[in-house]
């Protein structure tokens, strides 16, 4: 197989704004370096102190679809985020500063369903990242399945519905369902393929506006049985990687 990482994409804050990056140093047991490294707990979420948690204690795109729209710029030196939003002033805080999560919460209520459980404060992971896995892990999507999904509803689909950190191009969509268990050398990387990444309500709303407007999860559905798109991967071999380095499928 011929393909190329055409994107890498990292998103801070989980379910709050994504920030499209041209390298990054993956290291061996680790999510990406700064990805989800902070969550959105909201008032019913269930936390412990540096532990992971599911994301059924956040904030997230699945119930309030608004936040699908927000992109983030990460400073990382300063530990300072950027939002904006096509319905918000753009916003500059530190998640770990108190006052400045309460500024950021007023600034993130107006996009949040009123009979959906409130965002509260921020819960941090450093180094290991609030993953939607239970381990830390790196999210892969196939450019050439996503223009096969659009080709069903005969619309063009942002690959930013998927929120992943990696995306490939490909010839071949769809060929990535038979990757379970394998390897994939990417730059100096060696990534091993986890399982199958299962979708929700998130995919629904287009990541330009915030709205829902397509049934990616029927669509999913009616293609394969299983609103199943993407892969999950660990990273088992550390090294840089580029936008536009060769993918290869190892045994």
């Known amino acids: 197989?011929?393909?190329?990482?055409?994107?890498?994409?990292?998103?801070?804050?989980?379910?709050?704004?994504?920030?499209?990056?041209?390298r990054v140093q993956l290291l061996q047991g680790q999510a990406m370096p700064w990805d989800r490294r902070w969550a959105?707990?909201?008032?019913?979420?269930?936390?412990?102190?540096?532990?992971?948690?599911?994301?059924?204690?956040?904030?997230?795109?699945?119930?309030?679809?608004?936040?699908m729209a927000i992109?983030?710029?990460?400073?990382?030196?300063?530990?300072?985020?950027?939002?904006t939003h096509p319905e918000r002033p753009a916003i500059t805080f530190a998640p770990e500063d108190e006052r400045d999560v309460a500024r950021f919460i007023d600034w993130v209520l107006p996009l949040c369903p009123a009979d959906r459980a409130r965002p509260v404060g921020?819960?941090?992971l450093?180094?290991?990242?609030?993953?939607?896995?239970?381990?830390?892990?790196?999210?892969?999507?196939?450019?050439?399945?996503?223009r096969a999904l659009?080709?069903?509803?005969?619309?063009?689909?942002?690959?930013?519905?998927?929120?992943?950190?990696?995306?490939?191009?490909?010839?071949?969509?769809?060929?990535?369902?038979?990757?379970?268990?394998?390897?994939l050398r990417i730059g100096d990387a060696v990534l091993q393929i986890?399982?199958?990444?299962?979708?929700?309500?998130?995919?629904a709303a287009n990541p330009h506006t915030g709205q829902r407007d397509l049934d990616t999860l029927g669509g999913l559905k009616a293609l394969h049985g299983e609103a199943v798109f993407g892969l999950y991967a660990k990273v088992i071999e550390s090294g840089e990687i580029r936008v536009?380095?060769?993918?290869?499928?190892?045994?």
């Open 150 to 183: 659009g080709d069903h509803f005969g619309a063009e689909i942002s690959p930013l519905r998927w929120r992943a950190n990696l995306w490939l191009d490909a010839p071949t969509p769809w060929a990535e369902r038979d990757w379970i268990g394998r390897h």
């Open 122 to 124: 921020v819960h941090a």
């Open 71 to 83: 992109e983030a710029s990460l400073d990382e030196p300063r530990g300072q985020l950027t939002l």
């Open 40 to 67: 959105v707990a909201h008032e019913a979420a269930r936390l412990r102190p540096g532990e992971w948690a599911a994301c059924s204690n956040f904030s997230r795109g699945a119930k309030a679809p608004a936040l």
């Open 194 to 203: 986890v399982e199958p990444i299962v979708r929700c309500l998130a995919t």
């Open 1 to 22: 197989m011929t393909a190329v990482l055409a994107e890498i994409h990292r998103y801070p804050l989980k379910s709050h704004g994504r920030e499209a990056l041209p």
């Open 126 to 146: 450093p180094g290991r990242g609030v993953t939607d896995t239970d381990y830390p892990s790196v999210s892969i999507i196939s450019l050439a399945s996503n």
């Open 244 to 251: 536009r380095d060769k993918v290869e499928i190892l045994a």
